[in-house]
């Protein structure tokens, strides 16, 4: 298993000092998820057979994380192949889906923001990393990216502005981030 990443460290304390507490003392969560914690740490540990499946997804997610230090990235053929990657790839929209309908507790929920490189919706933090990168460009260089650069990063930055531009002419773009390129800084809409 892969060392410890410094929430996973941090989330481990933090549930090592609750299974010490008498149970009355802990919410029905509580208790759950220090299930989920013993499976974690102990692979002998007595717990439901669903718990065991759940973290022993959890720990090939890891795995694949610690050996090729990316998450795990769908195959674009159609049909997808059944490869370990394609697997881990529809374990983790399991993940996303079922957090999506409330039905993880804290430590499932924080175990997998353990993860390195794990989103809860990617989409979402991409979006935000290229917001970023466009308030950057602007602080560093004093002008809006062009698409039509030397520079491949103010390229694709560029053109990010122009997709969001795009969007917004023809009403597809999500309220808010509508709201968020108007009130940026350096306004992009």
Aim: hydrophobic share 40%.
């Amino acid at each position: 298993m892969p060392a410890p990443t410094p929430a996973l460290a941090l989330l481990r304390s933090e549930y090592e000092a609750l299974s010490a507490l008498p149970t009355r003392q802990l919410t029905l969560d509580q208790r759950r998820s220090i299930d989920y914690f013993f499976a974690d740490i102990d692979e002998t540990a007595a717990v439901e057979p669903f718990v065991r499946r759940w973290i022993l997804r959890v720990h090939g997610l890891d795995a694949f994380v610690a050996q090729h230090a990316r998450m795990p990235r769908a195959d674009s053929r159609r049909p997808r192949p059944a490869t370990d990657e394609q697997a881990l790839v529809d374990t983790v929209a399991y993940f996303r889906q079922a957090h999506a309908s409330g039905g993880y507790l804290d430590y499932q929920k924080r175990r997998l923001e353990a993860v390195p490189g794990f989103a809860w919706s990617p989409r979402d933090s991409t979006w935000s990393a290229r917001f970023a990168e466009h308030q950057e460009f602007w602080e560093a260089n004093g002008f809006a990216p062009r698409r039509r650069s030397s520079d491949p990063a103010e390229v694709r930055i560029g053109r990010w502005v122009a997709h969001q531009r795009a969007l917004e002419s023809r009403g597809q773009l999500r309220a808010d981030r509508a709201a968020r390129l108007r009130a940026a800084r350096y306004r992009v809409l």
